[in-house]
Every structure is written in C-alpha cells, then in structure tokens.
T-cell receptor
C-alpha cells in the first residue's frame, strides 16, 4: 500500500510570510497527526484528527497555526505569519488503529 | 516538560557489537512504548514496540527490555551493522493510543565498519 504523502518536501520563506503544507494519509486510516520536529529533537505533536474532527490540538500555537482535514482524508497545516523559530520538519502521520503510526517523509521549512 | 528522557544523545559502536539506548518516563498513564528509526531525509519508521505487561520483546536483532517499577525501557541492537546507522527515538503513548506519541530527543547511532 502507498505510504503517507506530503508536499512540498522543502520550503524556504521569509518571516511574517505564510506557508501551507499538505498531507495525504494511507488509504483507510482514520487518524491523522501533524508533528513538528526541530533539529536535534524528537517530533512534537501539534494536532490529531479522528476522521475530520480534532481530537487534540493542545500544543498547536493557535495564534499562527491552523489545520484542517477535509472530508476526513487529506489535511493541510498552515502557518501565518511564520516566525524564525518555526524552522523545522513538519511530519504527517496516520494510523488505522490508535497505536501504530506511519510517518510521511516530512516538509522541511526554513524561515529566514 | 520532557516526559520521556532518552540517552545517550549519540553513540558509536563497532560493527558486530551491541548498541544500547535507554529511556525513562514519568507519566504512569503511558501504556504503549514504541521505538522509531529515522534515516536522514526520511520520516520515522516503527521498529519495535512493547506494552508494560511484558518485560522483554525480541524481533530479530532488536530487543526491548522494560522495567515497569523503574519506569525505564531500553533498546538493544545485537550484531550491529553499518546499515543500522540512524537516529533512534523512543516514544510513549497513553489512553490506549488515543493520544499522540510523546518522543524522546533521539540517539544518533553510528556503526563503524
């Protein structure tokens, strides 16, 4: 089966600009996650969807980050406006059940 | 607050040796402990996982040892190979998996030929 797809793979923007990332989960996976991985650290959960509903967004900086999952399949994560500290890899993961999560390759964001 | 502490930060092991990575957790609600392997430019991939009712789990050259009373668990890679060179993350999850993963900071493992 195809893995989790993400695009773009790389993005360079200036601070205060906006950016959006796209994720297509594995077919049939009801749960979708967005993680932020800062260089040298483990991924940190930003938001979790179950179908098209938000399960947990407690660590999402809601003043600048937003996410949606249209029709319970694809998802987009947006940052507006971006700050220097948002430079990181943004990982999307999906799972059929609640434990084994499959990760995409990530989007590397550099904010200048 | 770092809920999963991982050590060492980096590790160099000779080919054929045993690589050992340790993790400790604080949240007693955690009930599933996976290890992920990440190669440069790739997303993390599930390697092996354990539940707290089991003290050890082995899959091929990879073994998890779990000490519930000490709230510690470790990954052992036997007969380490250069292809094992990667970053390894321990993680934990609670609520039967209803929550997202809490990751350690990672261990950069290098296997020297």
């Amino acid at each position: 089966e195809a893995g989790v797809a993400q695009s773009p793979r790389y993005k360079i923007i200036e601070k205060r600009q906006s950016v959006a990332f796209w994720c297509n989960p594995i077919s049939g996976h009801a749960t979708l996650y967005w993680y932020q991985q800062i260089l040298g650290q483990g991924p940190k959960l930003l938001i979790q969807f179950q179908n098209n509903g938000v399960v947990d967004d407690s660590q999402l900086p809601k003043d600048r980050f937003s996410a949606e999952r249209l029709k319970g399949v694809d998802s987009t994560l947006k940052i507006q406006p971006a700050k220097l500290e948002d430079s990181a890899v943004y990982l999307c993961a999906s799972s059929r059940g609640l434990e084994t999560q499959y990760f995409g390759p990530g989007t590397r964001l550099l904010v200048l | 607050q770092q809920q999963v502490k991982q050590s060492p930060q980096s590790l160099i092991v000779q080919k054929g040796g045993i690589s050992i990575i340790n993790c400790a957790y604080e949240n007693t609600a955690f009930d599933y402990f996976p290890w992920y392997q990440q190669f440069p430019g790739k997303g993390p991939a599930l390697l092996i996982a354990i539940r707290p009712d089991v003290s050890e789990k082995k899959e091929g050259r990879f073994t998890i040892s779990f000490n519930k009373s000490a709230k510690q668990f470790s990954l052992h890679i036997m007969d380490s190979q250069p292809g094992d060179s990667a970053t390894y993350f321990c993680a934990a999850i609670s609520g039967g998996g209803a929550d997202g993963l809490t990751f350690g900071k990672g261990t950069h493992l290098i296997i020297q030929p």
